[in-house]
């Protein structure tokens, strides 16, 4: 199965800048406020891929729907291209969305009614294209994606790394210059994921979209070109973080629970993975302290 | 709008059982209310038919009496002449008639009694069989109601004590209230032991004559009111059809407010269903306008192919019935199949309805939650 993107035909996406200027996100109002984003700046380039990490509740979704021009923000400015699309119309939304954003989800979201084909193809013709020639780029690009002999198929008969290709393909139907992505691996096995991880690579540095990847998956590191840690809706530094030897997630330095071994401290989420690193130090030591780059 | 109509389909065929449901109750409503009107208008048919199908354009009643079939007329002796030399009055054939109660085998039946005079009309206009009486012990029976008694030409009915014989069969003279039976008129008076009265004048009139101005005239004479056969046909329908177009109406109502809840709430729940693809759409940047047409043409395609369904049935079933039971004249207008269109369009609008709010309020963020 091929799947590269490098000759998919006009793919030269146009480069373009999103700019989150001093965001704020404020949920109910009175005592029942929640300030799920504050305070937020951010800049991302075009085909640069920028992964949000943070705990679960911390705003990330929030951020990234206020980027998706999904939701609008209480205070601050997001600009695309300079253009504030914070400020704009409701009515002027759908478009921006349509034409500007490519959204990938944790769980596909695919129309359950409609095959592969017309899960992407549906998304040209609501940008205009005329039913031909969006069934035509629909299949060029799924073909590309690897999903050639699926064209046909319904979501149901699709396997959750082809479903999460299919949305790929409906996300970069209308050459979207950014792609928004909240936990796009989150449902996949480890393999799949990888091969979902290389092709928003590929989408970021061989046709320049900017990409924005919401997730608590350390593996999406490796691809990212930058790492950002959101807590209590902030922005905080990523060097004080280091990662659980025994169950892979990330946490602070300033954590309670740590251990020296052989010379070197260890952080973990819980006191169940610290003892499941005594029972067996020499297995889980290998994979020592990395802190976060930041 | 390609996508939004194959995405409507889509929805709606992946749905079988659910798209079965709604075209079903939607063809039922529609069946219910062709088969309501058709019988309405069937039954005004029958009520007018022996106006419609006399002789002449106007009619001599009795003084204050304005109905052919709801009041016992009875003109004043003498009359006849009088009428006939009004001018622009071509010809007066009079007619005696009256409700009257016949016992068919011990079950008492209403049927409307015509006493005329074979030579001048105003007897049966179309026989299915036999001949018009030439005595005064002879009859002409209505065919619908001879055939549901088992009676048959050379049969005895006894009429007010006498009995008559069965020596023709009309057609179009049934309703499933009054059917007609004819004498000859010197006989109905005998029955009636009113000798040379009269019930009715059914007047000609001379070719180009006001009709207005020779009413006039006639209504001059005394004792008498004279009317146009179409005023008095409506006057019966008045007073018959009314008493049951209310009632139907309302049926009909509720046939249509019915179908209209079967495809809303199957549209609705539908919709309820897939709020989330909805919400995928809007998201992705479908705008509201979108999604309704995609909602509205699921409503549309179940209700006008229930629409159709229900026209089909309506024909079906209308055969049905009159052939089991013939007193019933059920009678389609071409123009019912478009009213039915035409409701299956109104209840796809109405049933749309709350789908579409549900569309409207979904928030598009929504999306990111799971
Ligand atoms: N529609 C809403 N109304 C009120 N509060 C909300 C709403 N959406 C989110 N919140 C709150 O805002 C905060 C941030 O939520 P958000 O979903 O952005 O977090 P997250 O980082 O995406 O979490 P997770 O990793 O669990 O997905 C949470 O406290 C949440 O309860
Ligand atoms: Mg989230």
């Known amino acids: 199965m091929k799947k590269d993107l490098a000759d998919v035909p006009g793919r030269l996406a146009p480069t373009s800048t999103l700019e989150v200027d001093h965001v704020t996100k404020r949920y109910g109002s009175g005592d029942t406020e929640v300030a799920a984003v504050r305070e937020v700046s951010l800049s991302v380039a075009a085909g640069e891929i920028v992964l949000i990490m943070g705990p679960s509740g911390s705003g990330k979704t929030t951020l990234l729907s206020m980027l998706g021009a999904l939701l609008k923000p209480s205070a601050g400015e997001i600009r695309l291209n300079g253009e504030v699309i914070s400020a704009m119309r409701e009515n002027h939304l759908p478009d921006i969305r349509l034409r500007k954003f490519g959204f990938i989800f944790q769980d596909f979201n695919l129309l359950s009614a409609l095959s592969a084909l017309e899960n992407v193809a549906i998304v040209a013709e609501l940008a205009g294209i005329k039913r031909s020639a969006a069934r035509k780029a629909a299949a060029i690009l799924l073909t590309n994606l690897g999903l050639g002999d699926r064209l046909n198929f319904l979501p149901e008969k699709l396997s959750g790394g082809e479903k999460q290709r299919v949305a790929i393909a409906r996300a970069l139907i209308n050459d979207p210059a950014l792609i928004l992505a909240d936990e796009p691996t989150a449902n996949l096995d480890s393999k799949i994921g990888h091969e979902i991880m290389r092709l928003l690579r590929q989408i970021a540095k061989k046709q320049g979209r900017s990409v924005v990847i919401v997730s608590h998956d350390q593996r999406i590191k490796d691809i990212a070109d930058r790492v950002l840690w959101l807590e209590d809706g902030q922005f905080k530094d990523m060097v004080t973080m280091a990662t659980d030897p025994v169950c892979g997630m990330t946490v602070e330095l300033d954590n309670e629970i740590k251990i020296e071994w052989e010379g070197q401290l260890f952080y973990f989420c819980a006191k169940g993975c610290r003892d499941e690193f005594f029972s067996h130090p020499e297995q889980f030591s290998s994979r020592s302290v990395q802190p976060v780059k930041g | ?370």
């Open chain 2, 1 to 370: 709008m390609a996508g939004r109509m194959s995405l409507a389909r889509r929805n709606l065929l992946q749905e079988k059982t659910r798209m079965a449901l709604s075209v079903g109750g939607v063809a039922l409503a529609v069946m219910l209310t062709l088969v309501l009107n058709a019988f309405l208008s069937g039954m005004n048919r029958q009520i007018t038919s022996y106006l419609d199908h006399s002789p002449g354009s106007l009619v001599v009643a009795q003084e204050d009496v304005v109905n052919l079939l709801g009041a016992t007329s009875l003109l004043p002796g003498g009359i006849m002449s009088q009428v006939e030399a009004v001018r622009s009055v071509d010809e007066a054939i009079p007619i005696l008639s009256q409700f009257v109660i016949l016992d068919l085998h011990g079950k008492k039946q209403p049927a409307y009694m015509v006493g005329y005079d074979p030579d001048e009309g105003g007897g049966p206009w179309e026989l299915f069989a036999g001949r018009q009486p030439r005595t005064k012990r002879e009859m002409v029976f209505d065919q619908v109601l001879a055939e549901r008694h088992g009676l048959k030409i050379g049969d005895e009915v006894e009429v007010l004590g006498k009995d008559f014989t069965i020596v023709g069969l009309s057609d179009g003279t049934t309703s499933w209230m009054t059917s007609f039976f004819f004498l000859q008129k010197a006989a109905a008076e005998n029955l009636l032991l009113s000798p040379g009265s009269t019930s009715f004048l059914l007047l000609t009139t001379s070719e180009g004559a006001d009709l207005e101005s020779t009413l006039q005239r006639l209504n001059n004479l005394p004792g008498v009111n004279a009317l146009t056969k179409q005023e008095m046909a409506v006057n019966d329908l008045k007073l018959f059809a009314q008493v049951f177009s209310t009632p139907l109406k309302l049926m009909v109502s509720i046939a249509f407010l019915v179908g209209t809840m079967v495809v809303g709430l199957v549209i609705y729940t539908a919709t309820v269903e897939r709020q989330r693809e909805y919400g995928v759409l809007k998201a992705i940047g479908a705008r509201n306008g979108v999604l309704y047409q995609v909602v509205l043409v699921q409503a549309l395609a179940a209700s006008l192919t229930g629409s159709l369904a229900g026209v089909l049935l309506a024909y079906g079933v209308a055969q049905w019935i009159m052939a089991v039971r013939p007193q019933f004249l059920i009678v389609f207008d071409p123009s019912d199949a478009v009213w039915a269109l035409l409701s299956g369009l109104g209840m796809a609008l109405l049933a749309a309805l709350f789908p579409a709010r549900v569309v409207a309020g979904l928030a598009p963020a929504e999306i990111f939650r799971r």
